[in-house]
């Protein structure tokens, strides 16, 4: 018996996803549990494997499509099955059966009104994008199922009012010889979407503060002999863990008109893709040790490579720190990741000379940049925080 297998729920408040690649093409065979297509989501991308062994017999959905959880988006046969047609299927999945108290009275056939208000539900996340772009969402002709909107939807209504907005300003632009367009792929609009959202929302600020990494490179050089060393990184998240614990205010978040301060310290980690960009969270990074801080990074980092992280592995952070100087940028000015209310950029890390006792010498040193929201954080307070990292970075002693 053929098997459907479904658009999977990657999350409570995920309601589609969006096709990125199918690993299979009809008529391969695929072992269970073995990659079938992968995913994109508002939350992950992911591989998706498959819920049994056979041939790939029917693909439902093309690379591109959103389509809701649980929608068939291919079928799995037995080898040397036929898989009858999906018209074919629908029609015996779901037969007009008379009941007994239709006996004997005409056949109804099935109502072809309109759809009705319940067609127009909308998931949480075309809600929020609606609501970010300020659209009203009955305006928008939905292609899904029943005539709902999906994130498709939206976005192209976006492009469309968007574009009408651009040719109101003037020609646009022709491109030149050797120029080549390509649409933007399901993570880069994700990530567009949220940076623009943040710096419509937030007021950021940045402050800079430069940090001497002698004495982490001391301990490191320590350790390093016996175990496994921890990179810098763990040393810098441990330090941030412990000011947002002596400046809880940063670790806060706003929602509406209120303060939420979070009980726990959730650090996001940005991690460069191929393809794009996620922020894994370590959770209670606070009760961690810059040992078991530096195992979860990795483990984190690895499996975002591997397109194998959960819902659970990119929610909840509370604060974040992005890393481009292992590209070896200097100094950056980070978008706050919402709905924090802050972010911490770290610079390369490279000896530099400075003056100590009216001599030139040379130190290991970075910039370390605190983006916040000067909404709730004031520039007293993000300097009170980027001290205490400071001086727990220069000064650590275990």
Known sequence: MPTDVLMPQMGESIAEGTIVRWVKTVGDSVERDEPLFEIST????????????????????????????????????????????????????????????DAGAPRREPSQSPPGPASRRLSPLVRRLAAEHGIDASRVS????????????????VARRDADADDSDGPAAVPAPGDRTEPLDVMRRRIAERMVASRRTAAHVHTVFDVDFSRV???????????????????????????????????????????VHHGRINLGIAVALEWGLIVPVVKGADSLSVVEIDAAITDLSTRARAKQLSPDDVEGGTFTITNPGVFGSVLGLPIINQPQSAILCVGVIEKRPVVVEDVVVARLRSYLTLGFDHRLIDGAVADQFMAHVRDTLEERSR
Do not use: F
């Not at 199922?145 to 209504?157: F, K, N």
């Open 42 to 101: 508002d939350k992950v991308d992911a591989e998706i494997p498959s819920p049994v062994a056979g041939v790939l017999a029917q693909i439902r959905a093309e690379v591109g499509e959103t389509v809701p959880v649980n929608s068939v988006v291919a079928v799995i046969g037995a080898h040397g099955e036929a898989v009858e047609p999906e018209s074919a299927r629908a029609a015996v999945v779901s037969p007009t059966v008379p009941t007994p108290s």
């Open 142 to 157: 939905g292609t899904g199922d029943g005539g709902r909107v999906t994130r498709s939807d939206l976005l192209a209504y």
């Open 217 to 259: 490179a001391a301990l490191r050089a320590i350790g390093g002999s016996t175990t496994r060393t921890p990179g810098y990184l763990a040393y810098i998240a441990k330090a941030v863990s412990d000011a947002l614990v002596a400046i809880p205010l940063v670790n806060a978040s706003l929602d509406g008109e209120r303060v």
